[in-house]
């Protein structure tokens, strides 16, 4: 199984600003993912993050809001940008279990609020 | 559109009985369902699956039950231990993209 660790766990935002958050995984990984989970809702995937291409985003979700970095096969960003309390919600981070599964291991999450 | 559906938000259980969760999905083309399983603070942890050429799935206490005409799934803990109280995670793929219920959270009453 691959371990995976987020920073910041939490955070607490003013309006308008921006926030990066990070993903490190302790294994070489292709593919990696980034959803959202706003309080009471399903977890929607943002975005797939291959290393060295351009991140893949999904439907509602666009590159100035939600810029990606994937600069190696351990480690991606995810920056919320301009921030609004409609923002505020757990961003978690994701790998596939192996090649040919569609289990993922997620990550413990961001859980940000803005005000 | 919620196309994978958990319309329990919460089940509670006394330790030793059966707990039994359930998950509904729109789409036909789904061809891969997983649970989820969610501590506070913790990402979600992968717990069982199944095929949708499959109708049973069985792993220790974990038995996961598919019924393809009515697109229903359910998820069996038997028997049900006050460590199993968290949110399940309903989820199903039918390409790159895992769609996931909105969760149930379980309470195994000791």
């Known amino acids: 199984s691959a371990v995976i660790s987020q920073k910041p766990s939490r955070d607490i935002c003013q309006r308008g600003t921006s926030l990066t958050i990070q993903c490190q995984v302790d294994s070489q990984v292709t593919m990696m993912f980034w959803y959202r989970q706003q309080p009471g809702q399903s977890l929607t995937l943002i975005a797939t993050?291959?290393?060295?291409?351009?991140?893949?985003?999904e439907s509602g979700f666009v590159i100035d809001k939600f810029p990606i970095s994937r600069p190696n096969l351990t480690f991606s960003t995810l920056t919320v940008s301009n921030m609004s309390p409609e923002d505020s919600s757990i961003y978690l981070c994701?790998?596939?279990?192996?090649?040919?599964?569609?289990?993922?291991?997620f990550g413990p999450g961001t859980r940000l609020t803005v005000t | 559109d919620q196309q994978v559906k958990q319309n329990s938000p919460s089940l509670s259980v006394q330790e030793g009985r059966i707990s039994i969760l359930n998950c509904d999905y729109t789409n036909s083309m789904f061809d891969y369902f997983l649970w989820y399983k969610k501590y506070p603070a913790e990402g979600p942890t992968f717990l069982i699956s199944?095929?949708?050429?499959?109708d049973k799935n069985e792993d220790g206490r974990f038995t996961v039950f598919l019924n393809k005409s009515a697109k229903h799934l359910s998820l069996h803990i038997v028997p049900s231990q006050p460590g199993d109280s968290a949110v399940y995670f309903c989820?199903?793929?039918?390409?790159?993209?895992?769609?996931f219920g909105t969760g149930t959270r379980l309470t195994v009453i000791p």
């Open positions: 989820a199903a793929t039918g390409a790159n993209n895992l769609f």
């Open positions: 994701s790998v596939l279990a192996s090649g040919f599964s569609y289990e993922q291991y």
């Open positions: 993050a291959n290393q060295g291409s351009e991140a893949t985003y």
């Open positions: 199944i095929s949708s050429i499959k």
